[in-house]
């Protein structure tokens, strides 16, 4: 299981960092990712972190003020938000995947997910 925590109101321009704890073995992990998700929308890629390698990617509208690195068995994938801007208002999820097929953008290749933590990012 994953949780998702670190979400709360934060003004524009200002930072978060998300954390996500999972309980059970991590061992056979691909990959790891933040996505997130507003009403009406469709869940959009935030960043992946390859499990072996720490090889990590972006969404487009995140690079260079996202970082998600890989933690400890607490806090498996941080995600440290930089300069954060009134659209990245959102529910942020963690996600974890075994299977090695597929890109790590791809919210459909991800097998387990956590509840999500709200981030509110005001102008």
């Known amino acids: 299981q994953l949780q998702a925590s670190g979400g709360g109101l934060v003004q524009a321009g200002g930072s978060l960092r998300l954390s996500c704890a999972a309980s059970?073995?991590?061992?056979?992990?691909?990959?790891m990712g933040w996505f997130r998700q507003t009403p009406g929308k469709e869940r959009e890629f935030v960043a992946g972190?390859?499990?072996?390698?720490?090889?990590?990617f972006y969404g487009e509208s995140v690079k260079g003020r996202f970082l998600i690195s890989r933690g400890n068995a607490l806090t498996l994938v941080p995600l440290s938000m930089n300069s954060l801007k009134p659209e990245d208002t959102a529910v942020y999820f963690c996600?974890?995947?075994?299977?090695?097929?597929?890109?790590?953008?791809?919210?459909?290749?991800?097998?387990?997910w956590g509840r999500g933590t709200l981030v509110t990012v005001s102008s």
């Open positions: 059970g073995s991590t061992f056979a992990i691909y990959g």
């Open positions: 972190i390859h499990w072996r390698t720490s090889t990590v």
């Open positions: 996600a974890a995947r075994y299977g090695a097929r597929g890109s790590l953008d791809d919210a459909q290749t991800y097998e387990y």
